[in-house]
């Protein structure tokens, strides 16, 4: 299975800055014949289910603000919040789906400072 | 616009077994890949398994001894059953969709709105 390790496990900002969560898998989710970054990320407020923000690792899922955006290639990939807001109090994970079993990131939680 | 809703008791024995059913409104069941995760308490996301509307089903490995997920194409629904059940078990459970028709591995999308299922006696 892919293991996918997040950085850090919590974070506090100031509202209007930027926010950045880390995400790593123990091998490469870029398949090669199509060059795509096989990585979501999702945001998670209390007593909701998963909320998709980016899928294909750098693509914004409709309706989401474009203050989020993600990058990162291979095994490396980072979630921007580029200027917080308080909506965004959340933990936020990321998914590979290169291959089954799809897992999941242990998550970030990111409040305000 | 596709929906999910899980319905099941909210309370298990141990070692019984864990029943749950995600009715897909909106939407065909048919030609995605179904899928259930779960959230124990304070912690992070666990993938299942899932199922295409065909039948054909996948598990994660360590929960392949006690797990079947089965669909119902008529009712636009698709099951769990978990047997053998611990309080290791108790968490929410999340029915969802495979956001890309056809594709077995994929991001999810959309998500039920979580069942929360309790192990205890």
């Known amino acids: 299975d892919i293991v996918m390790t997040q950085s850090p496990d919590s974070l506090a900002v100031s509202l209007g800055e930027r926010a950045t969560i880390n995400c790593k898998s123990s091998?490469?989710?870029?398949?090669?014949?199509?060059?795509?970054?096989?990585l979501a990320w999702y945001q998670q407020k209390p007593g909701q289910p998963p909320k998709l923000l980016i899928y294909?690792?750098?693509s914004r899922e409709s309706g989401v603000p474009d203050r989020f955006s993600g990058s990162g290639s291979g095994t490396d990939f980072t979630l921007t919040i580029s200027s917080l807001q308080a909506e965004d109090v959340a933990v936020y994970y990321c998914?590979?789906?290169?291959?089954?079993?799809?897992?999941f990131g242990p998550g970030t939680k990111v409040d305000i400072k | 616009q596709v929906q999910l809703q899980e319905s099941g008791p909210g309370l298990v024995k141990p070692s019984e077994t864990l029943s749950l059913t995600c009715t897909v409104s909106?939407?065909?069941?048919?030609?995605?890949?179904w899928s259930w995760i779960r959230q124990p308490p304070g912690k992070g996301l666990e993938w299942i398994g899932h199922?295409?509307?065909?039948?054909?089903?996948n598990y994660k490995s360590s929960l392949k001894s006690r797990v079947t997920i089965s669909v119902d194409t008529s009712k636009n629904q698709f099951s769990l059953k978990l047997r053998s059940v611990t309080a290791a078990d108790t968490a929410v459970y999340y029915c969802?969709?495979?956001?890309?028709?056809?594709?077995?591995?994929?991001?999810?999308?959309?998500w039920g709105q979580g069942t929360l299922v309790t192990v205890s006696s």
């Open positions: 998914q590979q789906y290169y291959n089954t079993p799809v897992t």
């Open positions: 294909w690792a750098s």
């Open positions: 199922i295409y509307y065909s039948g054909s089903a």
């Open positions: 091998q490469s989710v870029l398949y090669g014949s199509n060059n795509k970054n096989y």
């Open positions: 909106g939407g065909s069941i048919s030609t995605y890949y």
């Open positions: 969802a969709r495979a956001a890309i028709a056809g594709s077995a591995t994929n991001w999810f999308d959309p």
